[in-house]
């Protein structure tokens, strides 16, 4: 991903010295995907995530409990799946095809539901809903998005700040969700784990000078961004979370991704003769962290204010509902 200096603790101040391995005029140097002088750290709020989200669905099970809530078989008539796991069995195929409890119990738990968020005070369910998932099969490909895109991450930007990104990227997509989906529950960490996605886009575009091949990094970051965001305009799935999650991470990466500039880096390598740029941070990394700073408390004030006031956001935008869920005549969207 970046060029970088030689081994050294950037936060410390240590440096390699000229001629030993890895150091400067290595060819090693510029092929690293971790800049080799920065701290790696050892990511363990993300592993926390991850046990946290399979207990989570582990106790909704276990409330749920299917076989002892409707007899042998579910509220519409269906056996209960995997009945030999007996309280923790999933609701029948008919009711929950992603193998999970019923929408009673995940309500009951915490889900995102936009009337007891507005008419009962209950902006608790923001934060909750997070950490929820509808079934095996969706905690799955949340969990394995969260190792693929977070480990990585949390190795070089460190937990608390990658912790904050999840967390409030992830709220951010409760809240425009519930500005649009109004007769619909919200489940699932797909908001905290797009804002991972966003935070990666503006960590691109901030640290962009340590970048050694620019075009494919912004290129690949795109592609996969381009696969994801468009699954939700499938029916039954909460775009708007997705959406919500990533404009917040992207906002926040300018913020919290902020990365010394290579000239920076260089000046711990470079012989004594030779002339370095004393600025850690460039002036249009400092730009970008102020408008995204205004931008972040602009857009949480406003939802948020718009979102406990009862606004219905449909009425404002009368297309938006498109970016959840496109009508084809294979299947309709209700809202």
Same mark, same amino acid.
């Given at each position: 991903?970046?060029?970088?200096?030689?081994?050294?603790?950037?936060?410390?101040?240590?440096?390699?010295?000229?001629?030993?391995?890895?150091?400067y005029g290595s060819p090693a140097v510029a092929q690293y995907p971790q800049r080799e002088g920065e701290r790696e750290w050892v990511p363990w709020v993300v592993p926390a995530?991850?046990?946290? %989200?399979?207990?989570?669905?582990?106790?909704?099970?276990?409330?749920?409990?299917?076989?002892?809530? =409707?007899?042998?078989?579910?509220?519409?008539?269906?056996?209960?799946?995997?009945?030999?796991?007996?309280?923790?069995?999933?609701?029948?195929?008919?009711?929950?095809?992603?193998?999970?409890? @019923?929408?009673?119990?995940?309500?009951?738990?915490?889900?995102?539901?936009?009337?007891?968020? *507005?008419?009962?005070?209950?902006?608790?369910?923001?934060?909750?809903? $997070?950490?929820?998932?509808?079934?095996?099969?969706?905690?799955?490909?949340?969990?394995?998005?969260?190792?693929?895109?977070?480990?990585? #991450?949390?190795?070089?930007?460190?937990?608390?700040?990658?912790?904050?990104?999840?967390?409030? @990227?992830?709220?951010?997509? @409760?809240? +425009?969700? !519930? +500005?649009?989906?109004?007769?619909?529950?919200?489940?699932?960490?797909?908001?905290? &784990?797009?804002? #991972?996605?966003?935070?990666?886009?503006?960590?691109?575009?901030?640290? /962009?000078?340590?970048?050694? %091949?620019?075009?494919?990094?912004?290129?690949?970051?795109?592609?996969?961004?381009?696969?994801?965001?468009?699954?939700? $305009?499938?029916?039954?799935?909460?775009?708007?979370?997705?959406?919500?999650?990533? +404009?917040?991470?992207?906002?926040?990466?300018?913020?919290?991704?902020?990365?010394? =500039?290579?000239?920076?880096?260089?000046?711990?390598?470079?012989? @004594?003769?030779?002339?370095?740029?004393?600025?850690?941070?460039?002036?249009?990394? /400092?730009? &970008?962290?102020?408008?995204?700073?205004? #931008?972040?408390?602009?857009?949480?004030?406003?939802?948020? !204010?718009?979102?406990?006031?009862? *606004?219905?956001?449909?009425?404002?935008?009368? /297309?938006?509902?498109?970016?959840?869920? $496109?009508?084809?005549?294979? /299947?309709?969207?209700? %809202?």
């Amino acid at each position: 991903m970046a060029a970088a200096a030689g081994r050294y603790d950037v936060e410390k101040g240590g440096r390699k010295r000229e001629g030993e391995e890895g150091g400067y005029g290595s060819p090693a140097v510029a092929q690293y995907p971790q800049r080799e002088g920065e701290r790696e750290w050892v990511p363990w709020v993300v592993p926390a995530i991850l046990v946290a %989200n399979v207990v989570v669905f582990a106790v909704a099970m276990y409330v749920n409990n299917c076989p002892g809530s =409707h007899g042998s078989r579910g509220r519409r008539g269906g056996a209960c799946v995997a009945g030999f796991l007996r309280r923790f069995s999933f609701q029948p195929l008919s009711e929950n095809p992603l193998l999970g409890p @019923s929408s009673a119990t995940l309500q009951k738990m915490g889900a995102l539901v936009r009337d007891k968020v *507005v008419h009962e005070h209950q902006g608790w369910r923001l934060v909750t809903c $997070i950490w929820l998932h509808a079934g095996v099969v969706h905690l799955l490909a949340n969990m394995l998005s969260l190792v693929l895109i977070g480990l990585r #991450l949390e190795q070089q930007f460190g937990y608390m700040r990658i912790g904050i990104i999840y967390l409030v @990227s992830g709220i951010g997509g @409760s809240v +425009l969700s !519930s +500005l649009f989906i109004r007769n619909s529950i919200s489940v699932g960490a797909s908001g905290a &784990l797009f804002g #991972l996605l966003g935070a990666m886009l503006s960590e691109l575009f901030t640290n /962009w000078t340590i970048y050694t %091949n620019k075009a494919a990094a912004l290129v690949t970051l795109l592609i996969v961004i381009a696969i994801n965001l468009p699954i939700g $305009i499938l029916p039954h799935v909460d775009n708007f979370a997705h959406i919500g999650g990533f +404009l917040t991470g992207f906002l926040l990466g300018f913020i919290f991704l902020m990365r010394p =500039h290579y000239g920076w880096m260089q000046r711990y390598v470079l012989p @004594s003769s030779v002339k370095y740029t004393t600025k850690k941070y460039l002036a249009y990394q /400092w730009i &970008l962290l102020v408008v995204a700073s205004v #931008l972040a408390v602009i857009g949480f004030a406003v939802g948020l !204010s718009m979102l406990f006031r009862g *606004v219905n956001a449909n009425e404002r935008c009368h /297309w938006c509902h498109y970016l959840s869920c $496109i009508p084809t005549s294979r /299947w309709t969207c209700g %809202n």
